[in-house]
């Protein structure tokens, strides 16, 4: 049955081990290369792409990129620092990097790349391996060329848009030829060559693509190939399919004596259906989940006889299993205990968050657990560790997903999160000196989904990697200069509890002395992207992974001799899709402030943006908001009238 391999690739496929791709040496450098001036459809472009290559082996799970870039102008000159993206799960092999100057002279020297944060925040953290190529002037020629190895199955695509104009693209995809290979073709007229075991494409003359910042997955607007296994499914053979999935989730779970001893022990005397569930939840979560842990080789799986789990009970007796098994064990535990559940096939939207072109069953890559209870499905994923009883991560939610049962199928939208299941709350108890340097402890809480992303990214890491990772999330908050050190945490290991962080941070001329005034931020964590909604309109929606809260608490200790002039004005915007608020004081000797910061959803279409740029624009001028405190003189006349007028 095509469907049930399918189903059963995306559930259990193995970890797929490294190996190599064919040399790509280098091409010739032509005389048209080397005379190339001016892009004709973009004039004043700052650089051009004259080749660029995408050759995937799917049998090897490695992508070559080959790509050559020659300086128009003195802007174009920032081509030479290159940033290559390293995504979850990949690792980037085998760079060379070489500069032609417009004589045709090259410079060819090893590459060491370092690495670089490129997004981090709201659940996504995107690396890059970054390296500079030598003397790269106007006139030259820049080309460079990488290996990408996935550590896991991944759904193959080539992307045909870039941020440059590009004359010639070559791609390549090569697959086990007695494979059903198919592709769909997005936003584009190309027609790829398929032969047996490959699919190859040549472009010509590509524009480029303008990109705008905090963008959905370019994906969903890039012109695009995507290639799938097996047939196109379409949706009245999609009933058959999903009949096979709920058929064989039905022969894993099983009806076993095993789980249903399991399944009333966990729930013990416990009478409310909710509280049931809980501790159902709570016993598939004891599972061991492989899943999470670092990957092994076959020797390794050998040694330590970790053996895959082919039903539900084999999964609790062995006590490990994958992130699906134990979804799957869940869902064996909930049966036995009365419940109707059945398994969810959902399309995760990490990469990306439209619905697919095709309805091909490998994008509907994860699973998840639906449960009725009074009438009303309640979706829970306990095979996500440390995912927390009614959460969904981020990935599952606002996506396209099937429920499975033994006549079908039925698709439907996952619900959207809410704010509150990714809260944020800061709390700074800092002093000022005189000299306008800001010392101080803060402690960061982060609940719920907020929780549970830097909980899976500190798995993979040790406590050095944890300490470096949860300062960088502080400094992104903080004036550049700030110096932060994380003294503490705790609850990285409980997905009910929040994860708290405790740090010391000192912040030079953090005041600034104008006069006989000093100028004092109110707001200690600021919104650094200022500039994200300068444009009048916007051509592509605003997209945040999930919607989320802050909570702020600042309380700054004043030097002696001074008094305050003037604070800022309170400040609050509630927009039906957001809320702000913004006040504060100076009490004994100290100023305290409290904000508040909510962004209730998480997809903004572009007719939405002049309101969303409308209530940043409040946001930012209430972040900016500053202290004006009198010092010396001026601070004790005011003193002075302020104990003879004590109404002022």
């Not at 006139?139 to 992307?159: A, N, Q, V």
């Not at 905090?214 to 097996?230: D, I």
């Not at 999470?292 to 080789?297: A, G, K, L, P, V």
């Not at 650094?528 to 592509?540: D, G, H, I, T, V």
């Amino acid at each position: 049955m095509q469907g049930f391999r399918c189903f059963a690739v995306v559930l259990f496929l193995a970890v797929c081990c490294h190996a190599g791709v064919p040399d790509e040496g280098w091409l010739p450098v032509t005389d048209q290369d080397l005379k190339f001036k001016e892009v004709p459809s973009d004039p004043g472009a700052a650089a051009v792409q004259l080749y660029y290559a995408d050759h995937i082996d799917d049998t090897q799970k490695t992508e070559f990129f080959y790509y050559r870039i020659k300086v128009l102008n003195e802007a174009g000159r920032t081509r030479g620092n290159v940033e290559l993206t390293v995504y979850p799960e990949s690792e980037i092999h085998d760079i060379h990097a070489r500069t032609i100057h417009p004589d045709g002279s090259i410079i060819d020297q090893p590459v060491n790349p370092f690495e670089k944060i490129l997004v981090k925040g709201r659940g996504v953290k995107i690396l890059a391996q970054t390296f500079t190529l030598p003397e790269v002037t106007v006139g030259s020629i820049i080309e460079y060329k990488y290996t990408l190895h996935m550590k896991r199955t991944f759904r193959p695509w080539w992307l045909l848009e870039h941020d440059m104009y590009t004359v010639h693209e070559h791609f390549l995809f090569h697959y086990n030829a007695k494979e059903t290979v198919s592709f769909v073709v997005a936003k584009s007229n190309a027609r790829p060559r398929q032969t047996a075991g490959q699919v190859e494409l040549d472009l010509t003359d590509v524009p480029r693509f303008e990109a705008e910042e905090q963008m959905p997955p370019v994906s969903a607007y890039k012109a695009t190939v995507k290639f799938s296994y097996g047939m196109q499914y379409t949706q009245s053979s999609w009933g058959r399919l999903a009949t096979g999935w709920a058929a064989y989730v039905n022969e894993f779970v099983g009806n076993h004596k095993e789980i249903g001893a399991a399944a009333a022990e966990a729930i013990g005397n416990a009478t409310d259906v909710e509280e049931k569930l809980r501790r159902l939840y709570a016993r598939a979560q004891q599972i061991r989940n492989l899943t999470y842990e670092r990957d092994r080789t076959k020797s390794e799986v050998k040694k330590e006889q970790l053996k895959p789990g082919k039903s539900a009970v084999e999964v609790l007796k062995h006590g490990y299993g994958s992130r699906n098994e134990v979804n799957l064990l869940f869902i064996a535990l909930v049966r036995q205990a009365g419940f109707n559940a059945s398994a969810v096939m959902v399309a995760t939207r990490s990469e990306s968050f439209f619905q697919e072109e095709s309805l091909t069953p490998e994008h509907y890559d994860s699973m998840i657990a639906a449960v009725l209870v009074n009438g009303r499905d309640v979706f829970l994923d306990p095979g996500t560790r440390y995912c927390p009883y009614g959460l969904n991560r981020w990935t599952r939610t606002s996506t396209p997903a099937v429920k499975l049962s033994g006549y079908g199928g039925t698709f439907f939208q996952m619900p959207p999160a809410r704010a509150e299941q990714a809260s944020l709350a800061r709390t700074a108890r800092v002093e000022l000196s005189a000299e306008g340097v800001l010392k101080g402890g803060v402690t960061v809480r982060y609940e719920d989904g907020e929780a549970l992303e830097h909980r899976l990214a500190a798995l993979r890491s040790d406590d050095a990697g944890r300490k470096k990772t949860m300062e960088e999330d502080l400094k992104q908050w903080l004036p550049e200069s700030a110096v932060v050190s994380m003294t503490n945490s705790q609850g990285w290991d409980n997905g009910d509890a929040a994860l708290i962080a405790n740090f010391q941070v000192e912040i030079p001329s953090y005041a600034v002395q104008a006069g006989k005034r000093l100028l004092v931020p109110a707001n200690l964590f600021i919104e650094r992207k200022k500039n994200l909604f300068q444009r009048p309109e916007r051509k592509y929606p605003v997209y945040y992974p999930y919607p989320f809260s802050e909570i702020d608490t600042v309380v700054i200790k004043l030097p002696e001799g001074v008094a305050l002039e003037t604070f800022p004005d309170p400040q609050t915007a509630k927009p039906a899709f957001a809320q702000y608020t913004n006040s504060g004081k100076v009490a004994d000797q100290q100023i305290i402030n409290s904000r508040s910061f909510t962004v209730k959803q998480f997809l903004f279409q572009p007719a939405a943006y002049p309101q969303l740029r409308e209530f940043f624009g409040k946001v930012h001028a209430g972040d900016e908001g500053q202290v004006v405190l009198r010092t010396g003189a001026m601070a004790a006349e005011s003193k002075s009238a302020e104990t003879k007028n004590p109404e002022r």
